[in-house]
């Protein structure tokens, strides 16, 4: 990854925590402990790869600003608000998120479940709101956002996730579940960020489409290999989790050097989906780069 | 209440019925146990009162039938979700729900938490498609929707609900929890119903706020005179569950005939809110009496 690109994330995510800070309701707002929560939830913590996909698609067409800030929120408060849920004591019951105590820990079980459904809640008014755009892209935004997040996107992926749990998955079904569970909702953040700029053509959409479903994949198989590699503080959750809990994962159908091959593979298929746009794709260029080459 | 709004009642719950049915995703659709458990929570039961609520103000404005079928849908879900959420073992922990298990029993925790998250998208989705209405009017239904969902409504009055087990509430704060526990939504309702006719004029708003505050308020008070004296039977639910998870009630706070006056009270006065509409607002009108004369 070029200097310039690193720069531009951090740049990136700097502005994102600040809109994430702006679109959360104030803590000292009624009631102040589940405002607290929201935010213990979403602010100062994680990658922010959604938001970093939504502002490099959305630099490829121009997109005004403040649309993107709000598409690049709304894609992290559904991440947060499902890794809230998921970390659950009736999901993965996972006491660590992002090098901090899961807010169930934090707080308790019924703040927590009120934490993920007011984050989605609030994700859609965050969307709803501003002063860019025409009032039919945004619908079409949020059609498309809630159809990534619902039951035949990443909701969709967590049940089939949970009725996988000991069982033996051939890699069709390891990637379809995976295309909803985190796929969904990076795609949708590749498309927001570009439909904040302008309508899609078909041609465009399908680009796009191909360069999410690879970069998609990449980080679940990347995801994958750390799990079985890292260790907790690097990875500021809790490592082997996955073995632990007798799911499939690409390094227990493949073996962990088939798997890093793959991860390289669907790396030069999203550079190669980009073509299309040329230079100016850089950002979403790098990105795939990053998420291959992650360390966490 | 008349034979005309008994008539137009078990006319409109059947349509109700009709469109949920259509607006969910089908029991065939991969994860079949999701989808089937989503229709589980929201079909074949309930009083339907929050889209009653959205048809008869949507009647007052001559709404078009497939946005105010979708508005209906939305609030229903909502409040489905709200309801399977509600009843998990982390929050009022209940076995019984519309006379039938509640889907953490039927299904499981997980299963549960996977239905409300999804069934909360899902009512986004239906509001953002359709064919009726203009782009705008729509996004200020979503923006309104968003908000009595979230941290400053439905949510935040059940994280207040939460924190007031075992606290001596006075009246105004009993009030200020049920403004949003359930009253956000029923507001929501009625402001829906209107806004898929036309843009509301600041008169017009500000009757049909009159009249929601005064019906959502005396539906709890109802609710909670009928937690306090009907069997489990007739509600469909666990009957005297607020006394024994020691809950602040209209009825331990006022007793139960200054209950009971006071729903009558706030019939009358949710009566005079609708003077602004004439003969037209009949249905609003028989509404009020009949949240005040529920039996269940």
Redesign the interface.
């Known amino acids: 990854m070029s200097e310039d690109f690193r720069h531009w994330m951090r740049q990136t995510q700097a502005g994102c925590e600040t809109s994430l800070a702006r679109f959360l309701?104030d803590e000292n707002?009624?009631?102040q402990?589940?405002?607290a929560a929201?935010r213990y939830a979403t602010l100062d913590g994680g990658k922010r790869v959604r938001p970093l996909l939504v502002y490099a698609a959305g630099q490829l067409f121009d997109a005004p600003a403040d649309l993107l800030s709000r598409a690049a929120a709304a894609v992290e408060m559904i991440h947060a608000?499902?890794l809230v849920?998921d970390d659950?004591p009736?999901?993965d019951d996972d006491a660590l998120r992002r090098g901090k105590p899961t807010v169930h820990v934090k707080y308790?079980?019924?703040?927590?479940?009120?934490v993920?459904?007011?984050l989605?809640?609030?994700t859609?008014?965050v969307l709803?709101?501003g002063v860019d755009g025409?009032?039919?892209s945004?619908?079409a935004m949020?059609?498309l956002l809630?159809?990534a997040?619902?039951?035949?996107?990443m909701?969709?992926g967590?049940?089939?996730d949970?009725?996988s749990v000991g069982v033996a998955l051939n890699r069709e079904q390891l990637e379809q579940m995976h295309r909803l569970k985190t796929g969904a909702l990076l795609r949708a953040s590749v498309l927001l960020g570009a439909m904040s700029g302008k309508a899609l053509s078909p041609q465009e959409n399908q680009a796009l489409d191909q360069y999410a479903a690879a970069i998609g994949l990449a980080f679940q198989v990347v995801d994958d290999v750390l799990d079985a590699t890292a260790d907790s503080a690097t990875l500021g959750k809790t490592a082997g989790k996955d073995a632990a809990d007798n799911k499939p994962t690409f390094v227990s159908l493949m073996g962990l050097e088939a798997s890093r091959a793959l991860a390289t593979q669907l790396c030069h298929d999203a550079h190669a989906a980009l073509a299309e746009f040329g230079e100016k794709a850089w950002l979403l260029h790098e990105l795939a780069d990053l998420i291959v080459q992650r360390q966490a």
Request: a negative charge; one cysteine or more.
């Open positions: 309701p707002t009624v009631p402990q589940l405002h929201m608000y499902s849920h659950m009736c999901m308790d079980e019924a703040t927590a479940l009120l993920g459904d007011a989605q809640a609030q859609f008014l709803s709101e025409d009032a039919t945004r619908l949020m059609r809630a159809t997040a619902g039951s035949v996107g909701c969709g967590q049940a089939i949970l009725a």
